[in-house]
C-alpha cells in the first residue's frame, strides 16, 4: 500500500538547519503535489511547504526565504531544508501528497509525522 516515509526531525538550536525528508512508496505512479504541512502546539495544521507538478512551489509566509523545497520526481521524494530555524518552528511535521488537483480523500497520503523542535 502507499506509504509516505519521512526522516529528519529532531531537536536543533535556533539559527541552525535541518533537512526533511520524504519518499512515497507503494506503488504510486503519479503525484501531483507533494510536500509539507505542520502542526504547531495548540494550532490548526499548515501547509509550509508545497511541490505541484510542473514546478510550482507554495510557501507559508512565515517561512519565505528559510525554506526551501526541492522534489525528485523519478523517485517520488521531496527535500525540505529549513535554515536559520526559529523557536516557532517548533512543531510535528507531516509530508504530503495527493494524486490530482483538488483531490477526494482516497487520493491524499501522509506521513505519521516527525518531530522538529528548536530550542537553546
Known amino acids: 500500500q502507499v506509504r509516505l516515509v519521512e526522516s529528519g526531525g529532531g531537536l536543533v538550536r535556533p539559527g541552525a538547519s535541518l533537512s526533511l525528508s520524504c519518499t512515497a512508496t507503494?506503488?504510486?505512479?503519479?503525484?501531483?503535489?507533494m510536500g509539507w504541512y505542520r502542526q504547531l502546539p495548540g494550532k490548526q495544521r499548515e501547509a509550509v511547504a508545497l511541490?505541484?507538478?510542473?514546478?510550482?512551489?507554495h510557501y507559508a509566509d512565515s517561512v519565505k526565504g528559510r525554506f526551501s523545497i526541492s522534489r525528485d520526481t523519478e523517485k517520488n521524494s521531496v527535500t525540505l531544508r529549513m535554515h536559520n530555524l526559529r523557536a516557532e518552528d517548533t512543531a510535528v511535521y507531516y509530508c504530503?501528497?495527493?494524486?490530482?488537483?483538488?483531490?477526494?480523500?482516497?487520493?491524499?497520503?501522509w506521513g505519521e509525522g516527525t518531530r522538529v523542535t528548536v530550542s537553546s
Open positions: 511541490y505541484t507538478d510542473g514546478g510550482y512551489t
Open positions: 507503494g506503488g504510486i505512479l503519479s503525484i501531483y503535489t
Open positions: 504530503y501528497a495527493d494524486l490530482m488537483d483538488n483531490p477526494p480523500d482516497e487520493y491524499q497520503y
